[in-house]
Nanobody, 115 residues
Framework: QVQLVESGGGLVQPGGSLRLSCAAS????????MYWYRQAPGKQRELVAV??????IYADSVKGRFTISRDNAKNTVYLQMNSLKPEDTAVYYC??????????WGQGTQVTVSS
């Protein structure tokens, strides 16, 4: 399996935008689905977005604001985050079906939305 490394997080003001990247150590072209999760302080990790051959799925809380995409040539999955809100503050993680099945997670990237 490939190793996934998240990046692109940081501090952004409400209403701002941020683009997260999930770089894989190997090819992801054969992986049909990739996921973005997040975990806010004091809360459980929650699914944010899924990209799959049948279409993308988003949590209701981010629908219309976030867009998941992938570039197989770069072995990278992205999460474009627009119109950010303070409640989007969390550590964001990407994962694959294999990683989810094994309960394996990377370090994630911190997103803080604050004025």
């Amino acid at each position: 399996q490939v190793q996934l490394v998240e990046s692109g997080g940081g501090l952004v003001q409400p209403g701002g935008s941020l683009r997260l990247s999930c770089a894989a150590s190997g090819s992801i072209s054969s992986i049909n689905r990739m996921y973005w999760y997040r975990q806010a302080p004091g809360k459980q990790r929650e699914l944010v977005a899924v990209i799959g051959s049948g279409g993308n799925i988003y949590a209701d809380s981010v629908k219309g604001r976030f867009t998941i995409s992938r570039d197989n040539a770069k072995n990278t999955v992205y999460l474009q985050m627009n119109s950010l809100k303070p409640e989007d503050t969390a550590v964001y993680y990407c994962n694959s079906p294999i990683g989810l099945g094994r309960g394996s997670w990377g370090q994630g990237t911190q997103v803080t939305v604050s004025s």
